[in-house]
C-alpha cells in the first residue's frame, strides 16, 4: 500500500488511519513519516482498543514540541472530512461493508481518496480444504472478490477504483503459530461456525491436522484505491403537487374558462 501512494501526487494535509491495530501501528509510522506536516485523525470504535492505541501513538515527553503541531486524534467517529482515508485489512471483518464504504465516503473530501486492503477469496484455501475432509464448519467466512469490490465502491459514490491483488504464501514452524496467526487476523463470522466452545481432544485433532496438511498457508491480499468525485447535478424527473394546490388550480382553471366564456356570449349579442 506504500508503494501505491508513489502513484498519487496529492499531498494530503489531513487523512484518517481507520483501525490502525489492524493494519499494523509500523505502517502508521511510515505514513507519519511521509506527511509529516498533516494533520492525522485515527478512527478506532472499541474503547478498550482506542485506549491502548491512545497510548501507543502518544510521543514521549521529550518529543513532545516536535511532535505538537500534527499529533494524532483518536476518535470513534469522523467529524471533519479528509483528504485521505487508509484502511489496512479492515474491509474484510465488516458484517455490512456497503455501509462501512458509506462511511469512508462521508469522511473524505471531494476529490479525496481512499486507500484500502483486505483479504481475497483464495485465503486460507488449504485450511477449508482440511476442515471439509474432517466433517467441520468452514474456519472462516467467505471473502469478497476484487471485482465486486470495485463494483461496491462506484455504488458508494467512488470513482476510478483501481484494484489489485496478490498471494502470498506463509509458512509456520509449528501448528500453535498457525492458530496464533489465525486468532490476530480476527474473528470467523461464517454464519454456520461452530457455536458453542471446543474440548481438548479438539483441539489437539486440529493441530495434529495442522501439522500434516497446513503448515503453509495461502494468504490472497486485495488492494484497491478511489477518489471522491464531486458531487453530479440531478435533474428531477417528476414533480409533485399537493391536493390543495391541486384543487386551486382546478377552480383557477373554472373560474378562467367562465370568463372567457362572457366574452364569446357578448361578442354574439
Known amino acids: 500500500m506504500q508503494e501505491r501512494l508513489d502513484w498519487i501526487t496529492v499531498q ?28 492525522c485523525t485515527l478512527v478506532e470504535a472499541n474503547p478498550q482498543r482506542a485506549q491502548h492505541l491512545a497510548r501507543a501513538v ?16 483518536v476518535v470513534n ?3 471533519q472530512p479528509a483528504r485521505m482515508l487508509w484502511a489496512n485489512m479492515s474491509l474484510h471483518m465488516a458484517d455490512q461493508p456497503q455501509a462501512l464504504l458509506q462511511q469512508w465516503h462521508q469522511a473524505l473530501v471531494v476529490d479525496g481518496f481512499l486507500m484500502f486492503s483486505c483479504l481475497g477469496p483464495d485465503t486460507l484455501k488449504e485450511l477449508r480444504v482440511l476442515y471439509q475432509a474432517l466433517g467441520w464448519p468452514a474456519p472462516s467466512h467467505e471473502f469478497t472478490d476484487m471485482h465486486d469490490w470495485g463494483d461496491m465502491l462506484i455504488g458508494a459514490g467512488f470513482a476510478e ?14 501448528p500453535q503459530r498457525v492458530l496464533q496467526e489465525l486468532r490476530g487476523l480476527g474473528r470467523n463470522l461464517h454464519v454456520e461456525r461452530f457455536q458453542a466452545l471446543r474440548g481438548r481432544r479438539w483441539h489437539s485433532q486440529l493441530l495434529q491436522a495442522i501439522e500434516k496438511n497446513a503448515m503453509q498457508l495461502t494468504f490472497e491480499v486485495v488492494y484497491g484505491h478511489a477518489f471522491k468525485p464531486a458531487p453530479k447535478l440531478t435533474v428531477r424527473a417528476q414533480s409533485e403537487i399537493s391536493l390543495d394546490q391541486m384543487r386551486a388550480s382546478l377552480r383557477r382553471g373554472k373560474v378562467a374558462g367562465a370568463a372567457r366564456s362572457t366574452t364569446h356570449l357578448g361578442q354574439d349579442e
Open 58 to 73: 502518544t510521543p514521549p515527553w521529550w518529543q513532545v514540541q516536535r511532535w505538537l503541531r500534527s499529533s494524532p486524534q
Open 77 to 79: 467517529q469522523v467529524t
Open 161 to 174: 477504483p483501481v484494484m489489485d491483488m496478490e498471494r502470498i504464501t506463509l509458512t509456520f514452524e509449528s
Open 12 to 39: 494530503p494535509e489531513s487523512w484518517v488511519h481507520w483501525s490502525p491495530l489492524n493494519g499494523g501501528l509500523a505502517a502508521h509510522a511510515l505514513l507519519r513519516q511521509r506527511y509529516p506536516q498533516a494533520l
